[in-house]
């Protein structure tokens, strides 16, 4: 306010304890960062009218589907987890892990491939600016 004594007298006035906002917790976001991020009737209700495009090319489609993707495939990558600490898998890069687990009958075949799903959508989904080389070519007119 250009005025410092009104601007005084108009803060005793809107604010007469004093600025009493504070900062939300961290816990709370976390609180609301899991409800996003699980499918549970109160996320369906905070994203009730988003709209959410159903060709796969869109950002938001894939975002979606790679979360039901990942969801799916959570039960059997504790399979694999566990097989890691009994020692029966070695291998680290996600596409050997799949491979020697299902060579070993840990998971089927449909397991694998919905390990591979959810791999390739979250790469899918973390490759965010991923552009060819040569788009940074300089184009030379002539």
């Known amino acids: 306010f250009p005025n410092t004594f009104i601007a005084w007298i108009l803060r005793l006035i809107i604010f007469p304890f004093g600025k ?81 687990a299902t060579s070993q009958g840990i998971i089927d075949e449909k397991e694998a491939h919905t390990l591979k799903s959810a791999e390739e959508g979250r790469r899918k989904v973390i490759r965010v600016d991923d552009f060819p080389a040569s788009y940074f070519k300089a184009k030379v007119s002539g």
């Open 20 to 100: 009493t906002f504070k900062l939300p917790k961290d816990r709370l976001g976390h609180q609301v960062a899991k409800i996003l991020l699980e499918p549970s009737p109160a996320r369906d209700r905070i994203t009730e009218g988003v709209y959410l495009p159903e060709d796969g090319k869109e950002k938001m489609a894939l975002l979606e589907k790679t979360l039901d993707q990942v969801i799916a495939s959570e039960p059997i990558e504790k399979k694999l987890l566990s097989a890691r600490r009994e020692g029966k898998l070695k291998g680290v890069h996600p596409d050997k892990l799949i491979q020697e």
